[in-house]
């Protein structure tokens, strides 16, 4: 029997620096040392129920650089496109501790490693093993260099035959501008099989803040994507795709400890179902379910579920 093909994950993964104290940073006195980053959260969540996961990605020749590689390490994410560098330091993220919601974000990442990403970096590699790329805004929004390698990255992946996701992951105060930030997101929704934006970064993207998520959906595929998937919070997601529209079921949350990491286990979720040939309803469904257990966790990835405790939520839900 072949063996199933995996994820690769592109992004930047830093040191993350948790308060242990309530309030704003400023009131901060104690931190927790973990490890943060947009796609690594999706790489362990993908790991976590089971598939090939990878991870391109540069790190400082530092220790947060090794702290990432062990994790990845443990994690079983395979660091075969991940490089050092002793020029450029490792990413950093501080992160304030809340009751509930939003917690305050403070980045040190300017000049990181992973901001030299170039198309030097991705020109060669053999992504025979993978059968989806997932990359988000992030990376692109580091540096021009990031940029070129990014649209090298999805071309070469399309030559390769992997379908590409991309989730925007909106970070403007990364971004020179506006405008930069949206003329690149829109050019990738228009390339890409699997868009997966917030009904927020539509509007931003889109210019519309009345925007609906169903129209939202049909202006991207009407813009080229194959499918659509646009997260609306507690509502659920809904999906436009060749065929089928609607909305997965959704996942009652009665306390909300953190929203870091939502929108990755939503990815997680719906990615690893699509690579084992479940519909797109089923897919956003699991994405929902990843999203919900997520949230209800302290930290970036610790709500991420393996096989077992995904089936039992499920089980417990529907």
Known sequence: MQEQKGILLVGEPMGLYMSQQEGGLDRARTFALAVAGAELNVAI??????HRVGYLTKLGDDFHGRLIVRLMNQCGISTEFTTRTSERPTGIMFKSLTPNGDPEIYYLRRGSAASTLSPADVADLDMSVYGILHLTGIMPALSESTRAATRLLVRRAREAGLTISFDPNLRPQLWPDRQTMAAFM??????????LPGIAETRELLGDEELAPEEAARRYRELGTRTVIVKCGSRGAYFDTDGARGWGGTFPVEHTVDTVGAGDGFAAGVLTALLEGLDIRAAVTRGNAIGSLQVQARGDNEGMPDREGLAAYLSRNH
Not at 45 to 50: A, E, Q
């Open 45 to 50: 969540g993908v790991s976590r129920l089971g």
């Open 186 to 195: 829109n050019e990738m929704a228009s390339q890409v099989d699997l868009f």
